[in-house]
């Protein structure tokens, strides 16, 4: 008898856990995307042979797509420890190497529970969790051993952080147009990361940024979060695009500032003066800056061209609204306006550079008429 009464909470609490996992309407999992541009160049032959890491397979797609509908260089995956949040959650971690620089470390929670509770988990991860810290941790640590496959390492890094909820099964199994008439609020709260109600127009700006190729499939892009309803393998796409869409993000920022800076010594350089000899020393100033130029060219390209998916209209589609919704064309249109205004700088300064090279050329050429003239008249009588 008093063996039956000691484990009757332990039998109550298993049931209630056992209720607690039936009651869950919704399964999936919540991913932390946090990126950074670590170098100009990442070697992923020679970081494959440091880290032991694996070749991230080509995306799958949701239709049969063209062979070069891929990464023309996959990125390198390597597993890493979980991360132990102090509220206990255990989230599973990747780190992703980008062969134009950028490293991705990725932390993953499998979830299951109801709206109220994923609402609840994206308002206190977006805005209380400091994800950048532990995700910075973890990359200085891999790149001590990494440091060998890293062209020109940058002593500073730029971040950027993303949270993407999928939902694998909703009870019920709706449509994506039931789910966003029933659940929109929800979606649209988590999106934002918020936990209050939001107002109509809001909600309804929100959901307008949604896309989806079948009836029960769903994607809704935010500016730093993602909600996604599709199969694990539906959804592989989708992640992908918006991890890439991310990173171009970051790449573009880094040339902004890279351009700024530039330009502002520029700036500086030519405040001290154009006069005949100060204007000699643009050459060196405009080829430094030209030079700027080409490497922002090429890595733009590179950077650019690192993933194929134009033939795919979809992803094409979904892509084109994940660059639009976290800032990529704004920031590109900055590097663009940048690269003009450096190529007019240089061209200016090569004008001042050749005016002064042409003016020491003349006078060059007049003393050595004096010079001559000098001596043809000391050698003859008056």
């Given at each position: 008898?008093?063996?039956d ?31 950074f ?59 992703k ?79 994506a ?13 988590i ?95 405009a ?34 609204l ?19 205004t ?41």
């Open positions: 008898m008093m063996q009464t000691q484990d009757a909470p332990t039998l109550a609490k298993g049931q209630i856990q056992l209720e607690q996992v039936a009651e869950a309407s919704l399964h999936g999992s919540v991913l932390v995307l946090i990126q541009d670590v170098c100009e160049e990442i070697k992923l032959d020679m970081l494959r042979q440091i880290v032991g890491a694996r070749t991230l397979e080509q995306p799958s797609f949701k239709h049969p797509a063209p062979g070069y509908v891929r990464y023309q260089r996959p990125p390198v995956v390597e597993t890493v420890d979980p991360l132990v949040l102090e509220s206990g959650e255990r989230l599973l971690g990747q780190i190497y980008y062969d134009y620089g950028v490293l991705s470390v990725v932390f993953e929670l499998p979830f299951s529970g109801d709206w109220d509770t994923l609402v609840g988990l994206g308002g206190r991860w977006v805005w209380d969790v400091d994800f950048v810290r532990h995700a910075t941790r973890i990359a200085q640590e891999r790149l001590k051993q990494a440091g060998p496959a890293l062209v020109k390492p940058y002593p500073e890094w730029l971040s950027e952080d993303y949270f993407i909820f999928h939902l694998r099964e909703v009870r019920g199994a709706p449509s147009e039931e789910l966003c008439s029933s659940r929109g609020p929800q979606i649209a709260q999106v934002r990361g918020e936990t209050a109600q939001l107002s109509d127009g809001e909600r309804n700006e929100i959901l307008q940024s949604r896309i989806s190729y079948y009836p029960n499939d769903l994607a809704v892009i935010g500016w730093n979060a993602a909600f996604l309803y599709d199969s694990a393998a539906g959804a592989e796409t989708a992640i992908q695009l918006l991890e890439y869409a991310n990173s171009q993000l970051l790449e573009f920022r880094h040339y902004d500032d890279l351009l700024t800076r530039q330009l502002d010594g520029v700036y500086d350089f030519l405040d001290k003066g154009t006069g005949a000899f100060a204007r000699w020393r643009l050459a060196r100033a080829t430094k800056l030209h030079t700027v130029l080409l490497d922002v060219t090429e890595l733009t390209e590179h950077a650019d061209n690192a993933i194929k998916f134009l033939s795919d209209m979809f992803s094409a589609r979904l892509y084109k994940a660059a639009a919704k976290v800032g990529v064309p704004d920031y590109k249109d900055l590097v663009t306006q940048k690269v003009q450096a190529e007019e700088l240089y061209r200016f300064m090569m004008d001042q550079f050749n005016q002064s090279r042409a003016f020491i050329l003349e006078l060059t050429v007049v003393i050595i008429l004096v010079i001559e003239l000098f001596f043809f008249f000391r050698g003859k009588p008056f």
